[in-house]
């Protein structure tokens, strides 16, 4: 039988009686090469102690509670042939290598080490207490982690492991969920099971995105939504009178398309809407190119295709357009360059209803004009009331950018156009 190999305290510098918070390993276990064995902890640091050669546990002489000083017999391992079983290669070097153990991986304690480590373990939303050992909570705290957050862990039992930790701050960076300083509180994760049965659905990525840029305009925009009702009767008997002149087998003008082209004009007339604000709020940008981003609802989630250079359009080109760019977004072929470049962003749920909403601005962009359901309304004209179709329209604008008067007024403008489209002949 091959010797075993004997894995002792390392010299961790002088210190006498080191506690022993946690032992990660029990006969018959088998571990690997650097693998935590357990956690020690002085009043001063925490640290992982690693094993200096891979095998199987055979005994173990240690156990939480204890306390240990250098050359401490930690446990013997029956050297594996499968795993690199040293940092050396030969059997004998192996034990030699255990002579001389790895150092443990020290994590400094905060100033406080003594108050630290008797912090009561919160617990999570769930009610159950994060599983980690201390040197991960350590290692949480000194990123800043709240390791409630992180629901369960890789190791042995769901034990939170450094690894997860790690991988939570990097999921957190990538999606840009880390904590933007607001101060706000997150939300707490809430075992619904425990009210009746559920199922999980996994977000599709387009939703998992949109809700990231959504949470981020929503919390750094101070945003107001102005509603309005624009009279589209004369617009809406043109339209239908346009279509009746088209073939059966080509794409019908919607009012969309209309309100496309009254915006724009707009926003020639009201430049700060076709602007944004630079990085450190100091600039307003404004843009001599007139692009239109149209929210599609698909299966997969919202999706804005962006109509270039709208104010060189006709109805026509525009109906084609809005009609192949909403058919792509459905199909889930927009490339990324047809979803970029927007100067402002219509969301129309008039196919559907509604008489308002209240749409998030679609930042950098400084505004979103929101659309419901036009519908007849008896309307007052001084003298009588006349049967009108109303269109509700909802914009929601930047309010470090746009004031209040500015957003009555380009509303004002939206609504003039939209009365009489032959205004977008001037
Ligand atoms: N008032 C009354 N009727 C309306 C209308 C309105 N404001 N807007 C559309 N309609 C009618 C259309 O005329 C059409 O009628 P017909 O079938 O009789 O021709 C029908 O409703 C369906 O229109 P549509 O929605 O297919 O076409 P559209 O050009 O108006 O809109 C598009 C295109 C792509 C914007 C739309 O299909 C869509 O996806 N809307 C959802 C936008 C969205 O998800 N917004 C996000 C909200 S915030 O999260």
Excluded at 144 to 158: A, F, H, L, P, Y
Excluded at 194 to 217: A, C, H, P, Y
Excluded at 275 to 302: F, M, Q, R, W
Aim: aromatic share 4%.
């Amino acid at each position: 039988m091959a010797d075993l190999i004997e894995i002792k305290v390392p010299d961790v510098g002088n210190v006498e009686n080191i506690d022993v918070v946690d032992v990660l390993v029990k006969p018959g276990d088998a571990v690997k090469l650097e693998q935590t064995l357990a956690i020690l902890e002085t009043d001063k640091a925490s640290m992982d102690l690693p094993a200096s050669a891979a095998g199987i546990v055979q005994e173990l002489f240690i156990k939480a509670g204890d306390k240990v000083s250098e050359g401490t017999l930690i446990v013997t391992l029956l050297p594996t042939e499968a795993a690199p079983s040293s940092v050396a290669e030969t059997e004998e070097a192996s034990v030699a290598a255990a002579e001389q153990p790895a150092a443990p991986t020290v994590v400094a304690a905060p100033e406080k080490a003594v108050e630290v480590k008797a912090e009561p373990v919160p617990a999570n939303a769930s009610g159950k207490a994060a599983h980690a050992t201390p040197a991960v909570r350590l290692f949480a705290r000194e990123l800043g982690v709240d390791i409630n957050k992180i629901s369960t862990g890789s190791g042995r039992k769901g034990r939170i492991l450094k690894d997860d930790v790690k991988n939570f701050v990097k999921k957190a960076m990538t999606e840009g969920t880390a904590p933007s300083g607001s101060g706000i509180p997150a939300m707490p994760s809430v075992d619904f099971s425990q009210f009746g049965e559920t199922e999980e659905q996994k977000l599709s990525k387009i939703k998992r995105l949109t809700g990231q840029n959504l949470s981020r305009v929503w919390l750094n925009l101070p945003m107001v939504t102005y509603h309005d009702e624009a009279d589209i009767t004369e617009m809406e008997a043109f339209r239908v009178a346009l279509n009746a002149e088209k073939g059966k087998d080509e794409v019908k003008v919607t009012g969309l398309v209309f309100i496309i082209k009254a915006l724009v004009a707009a926003m020639e007339q009201f430049p700060q809407f076709n602007a944004s604000l630079s990085a450190d709020g100091e600039k307003l940008i404004l843009k001599k190119y007139v692009n239109v981003g149209i929210a599609v609802d698909t299966p997969n989630g919202l999706v804005v295709p962006v109509l270039r250079d709208v104010n060189r359009k006709g109805v026509n080109e525009l109906t084609a357009e809005l009609a192949e760019k909403s058919g792509k977004a459905r199909l889930g072929k927009l490339m990324p360059a047809e979803m970029q470049g927007g100067c402002i962003t219509i969301s129309s749920l008039g196919g559907i209803g509604g008489t308002a909403f209240t749409p998030i601005v679609n930042a950098p962009e400084v505004a979103i004009l929101g659309v419901t359901r036009a519908k007849m309304q008896p309307v007052w004209d001084g003298k009588e009331f006349l049967p009108r179709l109303m269109l509700p329209l909802d914009l929601t604008y930047d309010h470090r950018v746009i004031d209040g008067v500015e957003g009555a007024r380009f509303m004002a403008a939206i609504k003039q156009y939209l009365g009489d489209i032959r205004r977008l002949l001037l």
